[in-house]
């Protein structure tokens, strides 16, 4: 494995949707989340993150060390239970013999185990003191509720399937058909949950100091490479007619490195951090997003129905001193 990481970053991550539910609340009929009281468009941390794993599970075949912990029909207690057993089987002597309980050395054993096999562990820490305790790790990367920039309007429409679900159906809908009908309704109602339109704003934070091992999760730059990497082309391999067109339009990077001339405060500098993340990443700070009114005017409407309605503009000169800018996108 590689050395962990020995910056702290911070990044603002920009992603619109057209046409499309970006993520459905299974507590409000699969309607887009939302703000109501400002009626903003919200997009869950959690919904970013499975994105996130699904490109890297993708893009590395779910091979370790880039397996994934969290993944579609998983069966969390049955690794974690693997996870003691190669645990035990690369180090038995460190490991011991399991006399009743679990200790907690190899509670931290397995719990090191899976840091080093599942790329999400790294990455956002994970629960895992259910079944077989490998206890919890705290990561280095989390992320917020991504939030619209402007109030979005949730529709609700009807759709129709010209098919039924089984014979029973069938029988029912020829039996109410009336004799002026050629044949019977076999058509079904559905709904379906969209936005016209919402560019929406995540902010992130990658903290080194989780990253440190043995009491990290030891998240390398090898693993934040493929963080970008995945960041910027989730939404590529995540299509579906619900969601309609979703796109990652801007991933504004802040790396902390430091002011000192000293290499050991430098460092510390670096891993600490040069300025607070709000500095950073708060729209309006050192990005300024506003929307284009002609190019609305241009296109006929009022609000925003399309990212070139917005216009985005760095104030690289506000970045402070310690800190280097990186635009991915």
């Known amino acids: 494995m ?12 920009l992603f ?8 459905g609340d299974p507590d409000a009929g699969n309607a887009p989340r939302m703000d109501p009281e400002d009626m903003h468009g919200l997009v869950s941390d959690v919904a970013i993150k499975r994105k996130i794993r699904n490109y890297v599970q993708l893009a590395k075949g779910n091979e370790s060390p880039y397996s994934i912990f969290i993944a579609h029909h998983g069966i969390l207690n049955e690794t974690i ?17 399991i006399k009743g309980k679990i200790t907690r050395d190899q509670v931290e054993l397995a719990r090191q185990w899976m840091c080093r096999h599942f790329y999400d562990v790294r990455t956002f820490g994970a629960v895992m003191s259910t079944g077989k305790d490998a206890g919890q790790v705290r990561g280095p990367v989390q992320l917020t509720f991504s939030r619209s920039l402007d109030p979005i309007l949730p529709m609700d429409l009807s759709i129709t399937r010209m098919a039924v679900t089984d014979p029973k159906e069938a029988k029912e809908a020829e039996d109410t058909t009336e004799p002026t009908q050629s044949e019977p309704p076999y058509q079904t109602m559905g709904r ?20 440190q091992t043995p009491k990290g999760t030891g998240f390398s730059d090898a693993d934040l490479s493929l963080l970008w990497e995945a960041l910027e082309n ?3 391999h995540d299509r579906s ?38 500095k950073l990443i708060e729209l309006g700070q050192v990005v300024e997003i506003t929307k284009d009114a002609a190019a609305m005017k241009a296109d006929g409407v009022s609000v925003p129905r399309q990212f070139s309605h917005y216009k985005i503009d760095v104030r690289k000169e506000r970045v402070p001193k310690g800190v280097e800018f990186i635009e991915r996108i």
Do not use: W
Request: positive net charge; glycine residues 8%; contains cysteine.
């Open 2 to 13: 590689s050395e962990p990481i020995k910056n702290r970053y911070d990044f603002l991550l």
């Open 81 to 97: 239970s693997i996870a003691h057993d190669k645990a035990k089987a690369e180090d038995p002597k460190s490991y011991g013999a």
């Open 16 to 23: 619109d949707c057209k046409s499309g539910n970006p993520n």
């Open 234 to 236: 989730m939404f590529d």
């Open 192 to 211: 379906k949950n969209l936005i016209p339109y919402g560019l929406y704003a995540c902010q992130g934070f990658i903290s080194a100091h989780f990253a």
């Open 241 to 278: 007619a619900s969601r309609g067109m979703m796109a990652v339009r801007s991933l504004k990077i802040f790396k902390h490195v430091g002011t000192d001339t000293n290499p050991d405060q430098k460092a510390r500098q670096a891993m600490l951090g040069c300025a607070p993340a709000q």
